[in-house]
């Protein structure tokens, strides 16, 4: 997987580095078993740094492993990271991919781990590596195919003495959530968010799976890999963001080469080069743990060193970073595809240790905050443009600063570069108000406090620091250098790095003449092996822990409820760890009680009032931080005021203010019109909304549906400006009810409302709701649409029964055991065993309210012509359920230790509240869940899925080339239609 770190870098003053000695200490949520007497008795020195406001210990370790740790109480539970100091930039240029590739295989286990006889199994491995190593240097193509049934073959038999996923098993029983890993260009990250009394587990099975690297079930793994290299080349965005780091970088490995590698690389893989990566960049002088949450530092820095101790350190891997040469003259790129048009520029900026890559990130913000930037005002909110945006990719050896935008109707790709580049031009000529960079770096701040409500922000900031190679104490001491960046840093930065030297990608609709696809190889399944276990196994496994104890919300004691003027209910929960709030207003009414209302809340954010022009105010939120928003579904309206609580009766004025008198604006109508029609033009270009969109909403309610429902163009055009300004003026006047998270006393919250929120004496009950009926699924259809695609993607709908909370505890375990992660039942057989996807999952999706249905729906995106294969493979795991007891125990526990450690606190109580009473419910339906588990059988799971899954009439919907697609396979499954673009979207 691949995934982008999100740089957070930290407040603080007058910082500097201080060693400390940690002492022993217990606590309740640390392993029952503790560590060797030697190691309890060892003293970890560590790093903090006064004012940092997380109040992190940073440790080394004898062998160089860096140990960056911070204690949050929010919940208990812990965020882990483990980083590589080694990405795509470290691959070899003759075996790209190779970092991400490793990184996959990283989860099969170790010499102890996933393998019931290592001594057979490592012969046969051995012979599969050297036949690796004759594959990728064969040209004939009868040899290849020859040397590939050898390595088939083989590991069908290497195959019978592996464990697939006990890894995954094993978190997932631990309780362990969001398990996975992600690889970037300088970076491989492995991560999990795990309950805090299981520490110990978590660090001996870390230790053991990341201390060796066995190519274990190669052949179907390098499989998926082949499958996300498709769904990469199926991506217009992938494609243009490639082309431009190849434009920015032609000599660094950042732009010449690509994280997944190239095709040809992927289907000529070496075992042997792995192993060297390996051996060279995973070594603990070169690799750091980051852990975040309800930690006793004491406890786990002695547990992180018994089991990574053991780590021989090694050589410091070396890395020369290739130098590019300056660009002289704007580098001009072309992408054709399917989906809509859109503009990509790029400038090269040096890398993170230059305070000008510091400077970039004020730029950055200048032009793009999401209020108040250059581009926020004078391109999107004056829709001069469909959309633009901004942003900054930092890197050790280089940074890029990009931007982009999608065009209006007739609007041409260079005209969007004209509008990016005169914002460039007002940046370089300091053209822009003396309060901007003040009310960013406040803006900052506040991002700081909510970001650090979260242990994955706060562990992402220590990875971020390791893989930067810096100091945590100069890491911290970035916000304070960025806070003093002027106006003049700014304009000498920007007169230095922008000129005639960007790159730019014109993404034009049609059809790439360049397309590639990685052609499917011969893979006979391998056994899933579900009942084995390795003797690793179960020593963890049978380490005992304390044990937690769950904490649900109660509704009557964790909100508080009070009553505003005109009868409007408050629902109040206080914030007590720092100043911020998130003011609430619901209505119970959206487009399905009236279609222009939807209209009328996008046209405000166009809006002024008789005071100020709209760009002035949103100018006059951002300088008091805060930020609003009114949004609109089918059947609620939201209306939100967030930011410092300390000036949250500014922030209130203005926006009631714009309530009550919202300043008509019929070019802006106008232009807003003509963007909805643009949008609705190049969503029929969309995949994603054509597939899980149009196509679900088409199968669920027919020609007539929620998405359907919209108003036609000629009705768009003739609608005016004061149709919408009275509903928005209405909104306040409707019966509603008010959602306050804050600092303040309920008593405090509800006098500023009752003079701010201004309201009717009576308030008018909501419109009757327009409500779209569900069909049923009588006999078996198969919907299919044509698009340019390498793969094939398919949903598998089925109606159920409407929703029922006495079936939830069942639905909750059905769903762990069936697809609750890589070690369940679906990704073991069409991933792990049959190397059918990179993605598959199914689900048994509870209603989101109590008068609709549940829906089972299942997923697999696959090669065109593995379709057969694949719709054969999830209609045989949801007509036969696999039955597997460890599986089940193991689903059991990871219910039980999630739910044991989940928290639902901040304003999260209020939108559960609100959730329940979507549902008809008036408790916390965890507590059903968890006190339902232990009387729970496979066989009642077997039970419900023969009742509710097995022979159930199905939608299947599918999306792909005409040219690829098998539509007589597709025929064995029901009735074959195409539906058309005008079919699915009514326009």
Same mark, same amino acid.
């Given at each position: 997987m691949k995934k982008r770190f999100i740089a957070f870098s930290l407040m603080g003053a007058m910082l500097f580095a201080q060693c400390k000695t940690s002492t022993p200490t217990q606590t309740a949520s640390s392993a029952t078993e503790s560590p060797s007497a030697e190691a309890a008795q060892k003293e970890f020195p560590y790093t903090s740094v006064p004012n940092d406001p997380l109040n992190a210990r940073i440790y080394k370790l004898d062998n160089g492993l860096t140990v960056y740790l911070t204690k949050y109480e929010n919940a208990p539970r812990i965020q882990t990271y483990i980083a590589v100091r080694a990405g795509s930039k470290n691959d070899p240029a003759d075996a790209t991919g190779l970092a991400h590739y490793l990184e996959h295989m990283a989860f099969k286990g170790s010499t102890r781990l996933g393998t019931i006889n290592w001594e057979k199994e490592q012969q046969e491995l051995a012979k599969i590596e050297a036949l690796y190593e004759q594959y990728r240097t064969q040209k004939d193509p009868a040899l290849r195919k020859k040397t590939y049934h050898q390595i088939d073959s083989i590991s069908g038999v290497a195959a019978k003495y592996a464990v697939p996923n006990e890894y995954d098993k094993l978190v997932a029983a631990m309780g362990m959530e969001n398990s996975n890993a992600s690889t970037w260009v300088e970076?491989?990250?492995?991560?999990?968010?795990?309950?805090?009394?299981?520490?110990?587990?978590?660090?001996?099975?870390?230790?053991?799976?990341?201390?060796?690297?066995?190519?274990?079930?190669?052949?179907?793994?390098?499989?998926?890999?082949?499958?996300?290299?498709?769904?990469?080349?199926?991506?217009?965005?992938?494609?243009?963001?490639?082309?431009?780091?190849?434009?920015?970088?032609?000599?660094?490995?950042?732009?010449?080469?690509?994280?997944?590698?190239?095709?040809?690389?992927?289907?000529?893989?070496?075992?042997?080069?792995?192993?060297?990566?390996?051996?060279?960049?995973?070594?603990?002088?070169?690799?750091?743990?980051?852990?975040?949450?309800?930690?006793?530092?004491?406890?786990?820095?002695?547990?992180?060193?018994?089991?990574?101790?053991?780590?021989?350190?090694?050589?410091?891997?070396?890395?020369?970073?290739?130098?590019?040469?300056?660009?002289?003259?704007?580098?001009?790129?072309?992408?054709?595809?399917?989906?809509?048009?859109?503009?990509?520029?790029?400038?090269?900026?040096?890398?993170?240790k230059s305070k000008d890559a510091l400077v970039l990130r004020m730029i950055n913000q200048i032009l793009s905050n999401g209020q108040a930037g250059l581009i926020d005002l004078n391109i999107n909110q004056k829709q001069a443009a469909l959309g633009a945006a901004s942003f900054a990719e930092i890197y050790n050896d280089y940074s890029a600063h990009f931007l982009t935008g999608n065009p209006r109707q007739g609007q041409t790709l260079d005209q969007v570069k004209n509008l990016l580049l005169q914002q460039i031009e007002l940046v370089k000529k300091g053209q822009f108000e003396d309060w901007l960079i003040p009310a960013i770096v406040n803006k900052n701040k506040i991002s700081k406090m909510k970001a650090y409500e979260s242990n994955a922000a706060r562990a992402t900031a220590f990875v971020d620091a390791f893989i930067a190679r810096q100091d945590w104490a100069d890491y911290l001491k970035q916000e304070d250098e960025f806070e003093k960046i002027t106006k003049q840093d700014v304009m000498d930065v920007a007169n230095r790095y922008y000129g005639n030297n960007y790159a730019v990608i014109y993404k034009r609709t049609g059809q790439d003449p360049t397309a590639q696809k990685?052609?499917?190889?011969?893979?006979?399944?391998?056994?899933?092996?579900?009942?084995?276990?390795?003797?690793?196994?179960?020593?963890?496994?049978?380490?005992?822990?304390?044990?937690?104890?769950?904490?649900?919300?109660?509704?009557?004691?964790?909100?508080?409820?009070?009553?505003?003027?005109?009868?409007?209910?408050?629902?109040?929960?206080?914030?007590?760890?720092?100043?911020?709030?998130?003011?609430?207003?619901?209505?119970?009414?959206?487009?399905?009680?009236?279609?222009?209302?939807?209209?009328?809340?996008?046209?405000?954010?166009?809006?002024?009032?008789?005071?100020?022009?709209?760009?002035?105010?949103?100018?006059?939120?951002?300088?008091?931080?805060?930020?609003?928003?009114?949004?609109?579904?089918?059947?609620?309206?939201?209306?939100?005021?967030?930011?410092?609580?300390?000036n949250l009766e500014q922030g209130l004025q203005l926006f009631e203010s714009l309530l009550q008198n919202p300043k008509a604006d019929p070019q802006a109508l106008s232009d807003m019109v003509a963007g909805i029609l643009k949008d609705r033009k190049d969503a029929?270009?969309?995949?994603?909304?054509?597939?899980?969109?149009?196509?679900?909403?088409?199968?669920?309610?027919?020609?007539?549906?929620?998405?359907?429902?919209?108003?036609?163009?000629?009705?768009?055009?003739?609608?005016?400006?004061?149709?919408?300004?009275?509903?928005?003026?209405?909104?306040?006047?409707?019966?509603?009810?008010?959602?306050?998270?804050?600092?303040?006393?309920?008593?405090?919250?509800?006098?500023?409302?009752?003079?701010?929120?201004?309201?009717?004496?009576?308030?008018?009950?909501?419109? !009757?709701?327009?409500? @779209?009926?569900?069909?049923?699924? $009588? /006999? %078996?259809?198969? #919907?299919?649409?044509? =698009?340019?695609?390498? *793969?094939?993607?398919?949903?598998?709908?089925?109606?159920?029964?409407?929703?029922?909370?006495?079936?939830?505890?069942?639905?909750?375990?059905?769903?762990?055991?069936?697809?609750?992660?890589?070690?369940?039942?679906?990704?073991?057989?069409?991933?792990?065993?049959?190397?059918?996807?990179?993605? !598959?999952?199914?689900? @048994?999706?509870?209603?989101?309210? $109590? /008068? %609709?249905?549940? #829906?089972?729906?299942? =997923?697999?995106?696959? *090669?065109?012509?593995?379709?057969?294969?694949?719709?054969?493979?999830?209609?045989?795991?949801?007509?036969?359920?696999?039955?597997?007891?460890?599986?089940?125990?193991?689903?059991?526990?990871?219910?039980?230790?999630?739910?044991?450690?989940?928290?639902?606190?901040?304003?999260?109580?209020?939108?559960?509240?609100?959730?329940?009473?979507?549902?008809?419910?008036?408790?916390?339906?965890?507590?059903?869940?968890?006190?339902?588990?232990?009387?729970?059988t496979l066989d009642q799971i077997k039970a419900f899925q023969q009742q509710f899954v097995k022979g159930q009439n199905q939608t299947i919907l599918v999306i792909g080339s005409k040219d690829r697609l098998n539509f007589k396979e597709l025929a064995k499954y029901g009735t074959v239609k195409q539906l058309t673009l005008k079919e699915l979207f009514g326009y």
């Open positions: 970076q491989t990250i492995y991560y999990g968010d795990i309950p805090s009394n299981q520490v110990d587990k978590w660090a001996m099975l870390e230790a053991e799976r990341l201390g060796v690297m066995i190519p274990r079930l190669f052949h179907t793994e390098l499989e998926a890999v082949y499958e996300e290299k498709n769904r990469s080349l199926d991506s217009d965005q992938n494609k243009a963001f490639e082309a431009a780091f190849a434009a920015l970088f032609p000599t660094h490995q950042y732009g010449a080469q690509t994280t997944i590698g190239t095709v040809e690389h992927l289907k000529n893989p070496s075992i042997t080069e792995i192993k060297k990566y390996f051996d060279k960049y995973y070594v603990p002088n070169n690799m750091a743990i980051a852990m975040s949450g309800d930690l006793d530092f004491d406890q786990t820095i002695r547990t992180i060193n018994e089991h990574f101790g053991r780590w021989q350190k090694k050589a410091d891997p070396v890395y020369n970073a290739p130098q590019e040469k300056p660009i002289t003259a704007p580098v001009v790129k072309e992408i054709l595809g399917p989906e809509s048009e859109m503009l990509l520029m790029a400038y090269r900026f040096p890398g993170i990685v052609e499917k190889p011969t893979i006979t399944p391998v056994p899933a092996n579900r009942e084995a276990q390795s003797e690793f196994y179960k020593q963890v496994a049978s380490r005992t822990v304390s044990e937690l104890q769950p904490q649900f919300v109660d509704y009557q004691k964790d909100i508080q409820q009070g009553t505003l003027k005109s009868g409007i209910p408050i629902y109040y929960t206080q914030n007590k760890e720092n100043g911020l709030f998130n003011l609430y207003y619901i209505l119970d009414m959206g487009t399905n009680n009236d279609l222009k209302l939807g209209l009328a809340v996008d046209y405000l954010q166009y809006l002024g009032t008789d005071k100020y022009t709209a760009e002035e105010l949103q100018k006059e939120f951002f300088k008091i931080g805060c930020s609003f928003g009114v949004s609109s579904g089918q059947d609620q309206v939201y209306v939100s005021l967030t930011g410092l609580d300390a029929k270009l969309n995949k994603n909304i054509i597939h899980s969109v149009a196509m679900v909403n088409y199968a669920k309610y027919g020609p007539k549906n929620p998405f359907t429902h919209i108003l036609s163009e000629q009705e768009l055009k003739k609608v005016k400006p004061a149709e919408l300004i009275t509903r928005i003026k209405s909104i306040p006047t409707y019966q509603h009810r008010v959602l306050y998270y804050g600092p303040r006393e309920l008593q405090t919250i509800s006098a500023t409302l009752n003079t701010g929120h201004i309201v009717p004496t009576s308030l008018k009950p909501v419109p !009757a709701e327009n409500a @779209f009926k569900e069909l049923d699924i $009588k /006999d %078996r259809r198969v #919907y299919w649409t044509n =698009y340019d695609m390498v *793969q094939a993607e398919l949903l598998f709908l089925t109606k159920s029964l409407n929703y029922d909370p006495k079936l939830v505890p069942t639905i909750r375990l059905y769903n762990e055991y069936f697809d609750g992660g890589m070690g369940a039942i679906v990704f073991q057989e069409l991933r792990e065993s049959r190397a059918l996807a990179y993605s !598959a999952s199914s689900r @048994f999706a509870n209603a989101s309210r $109590k /008068d %609709r249905a549940n #829906y089972i729906m299942s =997923y697999i995106g696959t *090669q065109s012509d593995k379709l057969p294969e694949a719709m054969a493979g999830m209609q045989e795991l949801l007509n036969n359920l696999p039955l597997a007891a460890a599986n089940f125990e193991n689903a059991k526990a990871s219910v039980r230790n999630s739910i044991a450690t989940e928290r639902i606190n901040k304003v999260g109580i209020l939108m559960n509240y609100e959730q329940a009473r979507k549902l008809g419910v008036d408790h916390d339906l965890r507590r059903d869940i968890y006190e339902s588990l232990d009387a729970l």
